[in-house]
C-alpha cells in the first residue's frame, strides 16, 4: 500500500482534541485502595464500546470461566457495525464455502493475507487467524446469525440483495495471486426477519448479536454511558473507569435516541445537517449524563472504534484524507486513543485511513483506464476501492478521472440497469455518467478535462498497444479486465475526491498499539499497560495496512476474542 509516511504522533499530544461532537476524556483517577473505594458497581471485565469488537470481547468472555460482564455504550449499541455492509472476512474453509463447493484452506487463507496485513502483523498472528477463521461463522451462526449462498462470482463493491457470498477483496487480481488460486471470503448475514430484509447485513449482524446478548447471556448492558476517566491504582494498573451514563428511561435518553436514529438518515447526511444532531446528543450527555465508577477486577477492553470524527485529531495525524466522508458514527471520536494517552499508552499507524473508491458496479468500468492529473494511470483500476481511493489520495492528490470508450459506456450504462443493485450503487453510477465529459478524440477529452497537452493520449496508446502486442498490464490488471478502448466518442468520469453525491468515504486505520498474542496496550516504553487491552479500530490490527471488505469485522472478533482470552487467563488470587 503506498501511502503518505506521517509525522509520528505521541498520544499524549491528542489529549487536546475534542469535537463538539465527541466525549471529553479526562486524567486517570488514582485510587490507593481499590477495596475500600466506593465503587458504583463491580465486574470482572468491563468492555467499554458496543460494536462488534465489543460484542465478540464481551460474549467470549461471559463464555469463559463465567465472568462478570459490563458492556458500556455512549448510544444504544450496534456502533460503526450496525452501520456496515455487515461483511465479514471469513475463510480457510467455512461451512458456507463447503456448501457452495468452493476449495479454500487455512494455508490458502494466510498466504493472501500476508499480502494485506503482513507488515502490520507478524506472521505468527496472520497464521492463527487463519486457523480460527473459519469458526468465525460457525460461532455467530450459533448466536442467530445466518449465513449461506448464493454465490456472487462478479467482482462487486457488494453483492446484490440475493447474494451472500462474494470475492470482497483483491483475491482475484494478479498481484494477489496464492498457489491455490482465489476463494470468494466475503460473507453477509442472511437476514432472518422480514422487516430486515430491506436492510444492509450490519443492522442484521448487530441487531441479531444484541437480540442474543440481552435474551440469552448474563451480560450486562449500560446504554447511553460513555468512558470519560479510566480507573488506576497506585502501582498504574487500571482497574476500572468512569462512566457517564443518561439516567435509562429518562425523557432525555428518549431524545438522544429519536437524535441518533434521526442522524443515521442518507438525506440528512447528503444536506449536511448531521453534525448538527451529533451536536445535540453530547449537548444532552454533558447536561444529563451521571458519574458511575465501574471496577474492573480483571482488565479493561476499550472497543470505542476510531477517530474519523474527530477533525482535528485527523489534521495532526493524518492530513491527507481530510475532508472525506467518514463512514462511522459520532462515537468514532478517538476516545479509546484518548483514555489510553491519559495512562502513556504508545500508537501505532495513526497517519493511515482507507479511503474507498469503488469503480464497479458498473463492472464494466473496472476496464476503463483511470488517469491522475498528470494524464498517466495511477492504479489498477480491477483492485479493492480502498486500494484504488488511496492511490486517488496519495498519488493524485485527490484528482482522478475514468476514461472509457462508447461501446464500453453502453454497456456499463446497460449494467446500471440491473434491477438487484443497491441504491448506493446504481445512483452515483448514474450521477458520474450524467455528469461525464465527452469528446469524440482522446485528444479533445484530454483538453477538456485539463490535462497536460499530449499525456492522455501517450497514456491510451501505450494501453492499447501493450493489448495488441500480448504484453502484461503495467499496472498488473487481469487480461480479462483489458479491453482496447479506441472507438470513440470517448467519456471521463470525475473520481476525484470532493464530487458532490459520489464523495470519497473512508475509516481510519490507526489506534493504540496492543501485545499481538493478547491484545494488551502496550505503553510508550513497550511493556503493555496492566489491566488494559483494545480491540476493532481502536487498536492496531490485521487490516490497519490495508482494508478489505469484511476484514475489519473479522479482526473486531479476532482481537475482541484475544483480549478476551488474555483477561480470562488474568485471575487474581483467592
Known amino acids: 500500500m503506498n501511502a503518505p509516511a506521517g509525522k509520528p504522533v505521541a498520544a499524549g499530544e491528542l489529549l487536546d482534541c475534542v469535537p463538539d461532537t465527541g466525549t471529553e476524556i479526562g486524567a486517570a483517577i488514582v485510587v490507593a485502595d481499590a477495596d475500600a473505594f466506593a465503587w458504583d458497581d463491580q465486574c470482572d471485565m468491563l468492555v467499554i464500546g458496543f460494536g462488534l469488537a465489543g460484542a465478540a470481547a464481551a460474549l467470549k468472555g461471559a463464555e469463559l470461566g463465567g465472568m462478570d460482564v459490563v458492556l458500556a455504550d455512549r448510544f444504544d449499541g450496534g456502533g460503526t457495525s450496525a452501520l456496515s455492509g455487515g461483511v465479514v472476512y471469513s475463510g480457510g474453509g467455512t461451512r458456507v464455502q463447503k456448501e457452495l463447493g468452493i476449495a479454500d484452506s487455512a494455508d490458502n487463507l494466510a498466504e493472501y493475507m500476508a499480502y494485506e496485513a503482513g507488515e502490520v502483523r507478524k506472521a505468527s498472528t496472520i497464521r492463527r487467524f487463519a486457523?480460527?477463521?473459519?469458526?468465525?461463522?460457525d460461532w455467530l451462526e450459533a448466536r442467530g446469525v445466518s449465513y449461506g449462498g448464493p454465490l456472487e462470482t462478479r467482482k462487486t463493491s457488494y453483492p446484490p440483495a440475493s447474494k451472500f457470498l462474494y470475492y470482497s477483496g483483491n483475491e482475484v487480481a494478479p498481484a494477489y495471486a496464492t498457489a491455490d488460486g482465489p476463494a470468494p471470503r466475503g460473507h453477509r448475514a442472511i437476514p432472518t426477519r422480514e422487516e430486515d430484509y430491506s436492510k444492509y447485513s450490519g443492522f442484521v449482524l448487530m441487531s441479531t448479536l444484541q437480540r442474543y446478548i440481552e435474551a440469552d447471556t448474563p451480560i450486562r448492558l449500560k446504554l447511553k454511558a460513555s468512558a470519560r476517566r479510566l480507573v488506576v491504582d497506585g502501582t498504574g494498573r487500571v482497574i476500572g473507569a468512569e462512566l457517564w451514563q443518561i439516567p435509562p428511561g429518562s425523557a432525555a435518553a428518549e431524545k438522544h435516541s429519536a437524535l441518533r436514529i434521526k442522524s443515521q438518515s442518507m438525506m440528512r447526511a447528503m444536506l449536511g445537517l448531521t453534525q448538527g444532531d451529533w451536536r445535540k446528543m453530547a449537548a444532552i450527555e454533558r447536561k444529563e449524563a451521571k458519574p458511575l465508577l465501574v471496577r474492573a477486577r480483571r482488565g479493561?477492553?476499550?472497543?470505542t472504534g476510531g477517530y474519523g470524527n474527530n477533525p482535528e485529531m485527523l489534521k495532526r495525524t493524518a492530513p491527507e484524507y481530510v475532508g472525506n466522508r467518514i463512514a462511522g458514527t459520532p462515537g468514532c471520536d478517538g476516545s479509546a486513543v484518548r483514555l489510553g494517552a491519559a495512562v502513556g499508552a504508545a500508537l501505532g499507524q495513526m497517519h493511515l485511513c482507507s479511503p474507498w473508491r469503488f469503480i464497479a458496479p458498473p463492472i464494466s468500468w473496472m476496464k476503463g483506464v483511470l488517469v491522475g492529473p498528470e494524464g498517466t494511470r495511477i492504479v489498477n483500476e480491477q483492485l479493492y476501492g480502498a486500494n484504488v481511493g488511496n492511490a486517488i489520495m496519495t498519488k493524485a492528490g485527490g484528482k482522478a478521472w475514468l476514461i472509457t470508450d462508447q461501446p464500453l459506456q453502453d454497456k456499463a450504462l446497460a449494467e446500471l440497469?440491473?434491477?438487484e443493485l443497491w441504491p448506493f450503487q446504481r445512483l452515483p453510477g448514474k450521477f458520474l455518467a450524467w455528469r461525464a465529459k465527452k469528446a469524440s478524440t482522446i485528444a479533445g477529452l484530454e483538453k477538456k478535462i485539463g490535462l497536460p497537452s499530449g499525456s492522455l493520449q501517450r497514456t491510451m496508446t501505450a494501453y492499447n498497444d501493450a493489448i495488441r502486442a500480448g504484453r502484461p498490464d503495467a499496472e498488473g490488471k487481469g487480461d480479462e479486465q483489458r479491453v482496447l478502448l479506441e472507438t470513440g466518442p470517448f467519456y471521463a468520469m470525475n473520481q476525484s475526491?470532493?464530487?458532490?453525491?459520489?464523495p470519497i468515504g473512508q475509516i481510519t486505520l490507526g489506534g493504540l498499539l496492543t501485545d499481538e498474542d493478547s491484545n494488551a496496550v502496550l505503553g510508550t516504553d513497550g511493556a503493555p499497560v496492566t489491566g488494559l487491552y483494545a480491540a476493532g479500530r481502536?487498536?492496531?490490527?490485521?487490516c490497519s495496512q490495508n482494508y478489505v471488505s469484511g476484514m475489519s469485522l473479522a479482526d473486531?472478533?479476532?482481537?475482541?476474542?484475544t483480549a478476551a482470552e488474555a483477561i480470562a487467563g488474568n485471575r487474581?488470587?483467592?
Open 417 to 419: 440497469k440491473d434491477k
Open 538 to 542: 481502536s487498536a492496531v490490527g490485521l
Open 556 to 561: 473486531c472478533i479476532f482481537s475482541g476474542w
Open 497 to 502: 475526491a470532493g464530487v458532490k453525491l459520489n
Open 300 to 303: 479493561v477492553v476499550l472497543s
Open 131 to 137: 486457523d480460527r477463521s473459519a469458526s468465525m461463522i
Open 572 to 574: 487474581e488470587p483467592a
